[in-house]
């Protein structure tokens, strides 16, 4: 099933969460990746077009006259909150996470007296995590509760809107510090790249 979510009625959302991470130096593009789509995928997380893990709606590269990569990736996906009724929940988690490599070049770095293959570029990321209320909009176009909605959200739900705001905003908090974690780790034990490959990629 098809689940396109609007994001246009402020009333029914709420931004819990909007930050952008710039990280220039070497990494390994595969790793960080791998260790997001495993984390979110095991937080219950699915994409908006399905019941899976595909939540990628956007895979864009180019590669310039000296080699480098751009990169433009795009993951929308959702979850519904432990308790909420799964065919018509009152509210979700909706997050939209872009990743953006630019000058991005495979390089050799030492890790641990071992020389290996990894990435040097600049690599950004963009998160926005939404809470959003009704996303279905069978509360807001039924016939009797859409006369009280607004009185719903701002005294029945209140709270517990502002709960579930604050788990999402926590949880994903918790990976976006491990990404930092995880690039202060890779900056201490590889410090210095040796010479650009020939050729570029990912490795």
């Known amino acids: 099933m098809t689940r396109k979510f609007d994001l246009s009625d402020k009333r029914f959302v709420i931004e819990a969460l909007n930050l952008e991470l710039t990280y220039e130096n070497v990494f390994h593009y595969k790793t960080i990746y791998k260790h ?3 984390w979110f995928l095991r937080e219950g997380f699915t994409d908006v077009d399905g019941d ?3 939540w990628e709606t956007l895979y864009w590269e180019r590669v310039n006259q000296g080699g480098a990569k751009e990169h433009h990736i795009w993951w929308r996906m959702f979850r ?3 308790g909420e009724n799964q065919n018509n929940p009152f509210v979700i988690h909706f997050v939209k996470l872009n990743f953006q490599a630019l000058g991005m070049k495979t390089v050799e770095a030492s890790f641990k007296g071992k020389r290996l293959k990894t990435n040097k570029g600049e690599l950004t990321l963009r998160l926005k995590a939404y809470l959003i209320v ?3 909009k069978k509360f807001r176009n039924h ?3 859409k006369h009280y909605m607004k009185f719903l959200l701002t005294h029945v739900y209140k709270d517990r809107l502002f709960r579930e705001e604050a788990s999402l905003k926590k949880d994903v908090e918790g990976i976006i ?3 930092k974690q995880y690039m202060q780790m890779v900056t ?7 010479f650009p490959e020939k050729g570029v990629g990912t490795a």
């Open 143 to 145: 016939w009797l509760l």
């Open 36 to 38: 997001l789509h495993e």
């Open 188 to 194: 201490e034990a590889m410090p210095k790249p040796f």
């Open 177 to 179: 510090n491990r990404f």
């Open 134 to 136: 009704d996303p279905y």
């Open 52 to 54: 899976s893990d595909h």
């Open 80 to 82: 519904i909150p432990h």
